[in-house]
């Protein structure tokens, strides 16, 4: 199979991915509007940072444009003719833009006289508002998310009734408590995750489509061609490396997979991975990139926005665990390369490092200066406008990367329409935490959790696990993670865990929702690029990523990993001291060579192909390298050590004999 064309790669989008069912206007007097109102959206964006509007309102305008971009750029339905705008669709835009048009003009009334009450045209605006998001993000991201929505949303208007359990029981609210919560203040529909979306998640992405535009991709592509295209089993390796850092700009899994999947998948079955090994492989890589610093798909700002943890100590707690991960895909990948002996691409057809670096090694500069800022505490949202500006200016150090003033324009105008997959999940995970917030229904949740735990830390986490896993299923990474933190890390306080560590632990198993049957849509997507079978590549991925579930709890119960020291710290400190050196190189030391064991127990290979029996002791014996206790240290480092003596001696023998 050759590299996919654009055609075919936005086909295969469509087909996974619903943000890709766009129109294709026929007339240009439509399409130049759409594209004017992307500009002035991401101009808009970009404006704020530095002059900012009342939460409220801003929150309001954000939502309100987006939605009305979502009824002119995604049909009603999947048949519909996509070439023009329909008429229902031109009133909706106009509604769209009402929603926060109504409240910048009521503002003031809103917040001094009324006090936030509402009276009867505020109820008619948030139900209107509610119907219009709801519609949006099923046009936008499936049916999931706000059937979920929705679910919630009908909670307090039976809550009070006698039939439900007494745990679940709440007051009676009438339409103005609900909808008033919806709308009027910053704990419905404009929650923190809203505000996360305009002050920050919205330039990110902005900055991700300059990048696109000055051609990373490309670069990391080429990049990890020349680093590890010639090495045992390269292509895979290839995908690994470009997917991740990929991801971890982009945060959209899907799209990565078919976007660098395209040019990878077709490279690793030439050389003679399976169909459904090579779709895995993309897709294992592309989710991870989400959990890869210095970005981390917007994640990290979120989770430094939720908990108020400091970015830079985000980032630097996520280090370890994410190079653990991409370390556990690249031992699997090698092994599985070994054992079926393929082999790499001759060097003579790959790019040079040096070439690469002199032809796009500039691109780095922008996201090493992004870094920068961030270390410096300068504002996120103020960091990621400076780092776009550095992107264009840095773009211009080499033709082949300099972008003209069209290519500007495209690049905000490809921002803006990128974004709203991201903005209307928000908004309805604002209607989730609307109703939390409202009623008992998060510590109905958390005592769930905590009762089906029983009182063991191992079972809670098992537990919040599954929940996270199902809460993430068929979700972005950032609405994921939102509605896990919300519902299911509080679980953890009952364990003085704190806070950081808790939503780390759901952030992950939240986005490995994606590789997770039977909604692994990412794996989906590399199936359909690959030819392999989608659920056969879903669980294909669910063994390349085995380490990654197995991370999160190696982290709760030694914080070390996360290069943080939790003793004697409350459960919701902001900031932590350093783990002492000698802790954090102990924990990594042996997280690695458990990981490595435990990928070539899976695997079934290290020289040579392992006996069944061979392999369920070396799986043993990196499992318990992975718990953070001595004795089991030292035992595992002999299990494996003596697993890993035996086979490459049984290697030996065997070319010998040959």
């Not at 990981?595 to 392992?610: H, M, N, Q």
């Amino acid at each position: 199979m050759d590299v996919l064309t654009e055609e075919q790669q936005a086909a295969l989008l469509e087909k996974f991915d619903t943000e890709s069912k766009v129109r294709k206007f026929s007339g240009k007097k439509v399409a130049f509007f759409v594209s004017a109102i992307a500009i002035l959206y991401s101009l808009y964006h970009l404006y704020i940072t530095f002059y900012p509007m009342p939460a409220l309102q801003q929150r309001a305008v954000h939502v309100a444009i987006g939605i009305s971009l979502i009824f002119l750029i995604y049909p009603t339905y999947s048949r519909q003719d996509r070439s023009k705008v329909a008429i229902f669709d031109w009133l909706l835009f106009i509604l769209g833009l009402l929603t926060a048009g109504y409240l910048i003009k009521e503002y003031t009334a809103i917040v001094t006289t009324r006090g936030g009450i509402p009276n009867t045209m505020d109820i008619v605006m948030a139900i209107m508002t509610v119907v219009l998001i709801l519609e949006a993000a099923r046009r936008v991201t499936g049916w999931i998310l706000p059937l979920l929505a929705l679910i919630f949303l009908s909670y307090p208007f039976f809550s009070h009734m006698s039939w439900v359990p007494t745990k679940m029981a709440t007051r009676p609210y009438d339409l103005g408590d609900i909808f008033g919560q919806m709308y009027l203040k910053t704990e419905g529909l404009y929650s923190t995750a809203i505000g996360a979306s305009v002050s920050f998640i919205f330039l990110f992405i902005l900055f991700g489509a300059f990048l696109a535009k000055s051609g990373m991709g490309q670069f990391f592509n080429d990049l990890a061609l020349a680093l590890a295209g010639h090495k045992q089993g390269g292509p895979a390796k290839v995908a690994v490396i470009s997917s991740g850092f990929m991801g971890s700009i982009n945060g959209a899994a899907v799209a990565n997979v078919v976007g660098t999947g395209a040019f990878t998948i077709p490279m690793m079955k030439r050389v003679g991975y399976s169909k459904n090994f090579a779709g895995a492989v993309e897709a294992s890589a592309s989710v991870g990139g989400q959990i890869l610093p210095p970005i981390m798909g917007a994640s990290a700002f979120i989770m430094a926005e939720t908990t108020g943890v400091k970015y830079g100590t985000i980032a630097l707690a996520a280090l370890i665990p994410a190079v653990l991960y991409f370390l556990a895909v690249i031992m699997q990948v090698h092994f599985r390369a070994g054992k079926d002996n393929l082999k790499g691409i001759p060097k003579p057809d790959l790019p040079r490092v040096k070439e690469v670096m002199k032809e796009r090694g500039h691109l780095l500069l922008p996201i090493i200066f992004l870094i920068f800022l961030l270390y410096r505490n300068v504002p996120i949202g103020h960091a990621a406008f400076y780092t776009i500006v550095a992107t264009v200016v840095v773009a211009m150090l080499r033709k082949t990367t300099r972008m003209s003033f069209k290519d500007i324009l495209e690049a905000l105008d490809s921002g803006a329409r990128q974004s709203l997959s991201v903005m209307v999940a928000c908004a309805v995970v604002g209607i989730i935490i609307g109703v939390v917030s409202l009623t008992s229904f998060g510590n109905v949740m958390t005592s769930s959790i905590a009762s089906l735990g029983a009182g063991s830390l191992f079972l809670t986490l098992f537990f919040t696990m599954l929940a996270s896993m199902v809460l993430g299923m068929g979700l972005p990474s950032i609405p994921a993670y939102i509605i896990t933190a919300t519902m299911a890390a509080p679980a953890l306080a009952a364990f003085d865990i704190p806070i950081l560590v808790a939503h780390m632990f759901v952030f992950y198993f939240g986005i490995f929702a994606n590789i997770t049957p039977p909604v692994a849509l990412a794996a989906f997507a590399g199936a359909g690029i690959s030819g392999g079978d989608p659920m056969k590549t879903g669980f294909t991925a669910l063994k390349l990523s085995a380490a990654g579930f197995l991370i999160p709890y190696m982290f709760v119960y030694n914080p070390a990993m996360l290069m943080i020291d939790t003793t004697g710290i409350a459960m919701n400190a902001r900031e932590f001291p350093v783990a002492s050196t000698v802790d954090i190189v102990m924990i990594t030391i042996t997280a690695i060579i458990g990981v490595i064991g435990l990928s070539a127990a899976i695997e079934g290979y290290f020289k040579t192909a392992y006996h069944p029996i061979w392999r369920i002791v070396l799986a043993a014996g990196a499992l318990m390298m992975i718990i953070p206790e001595t004795i089991t240290d030292i035992v595992g480092v002999l299990i494996v050590g003596a697993m890993f003596a035996q086979n490459y001696l049984q290697n030996r023998k065997e070319q010998q004999a040959v």
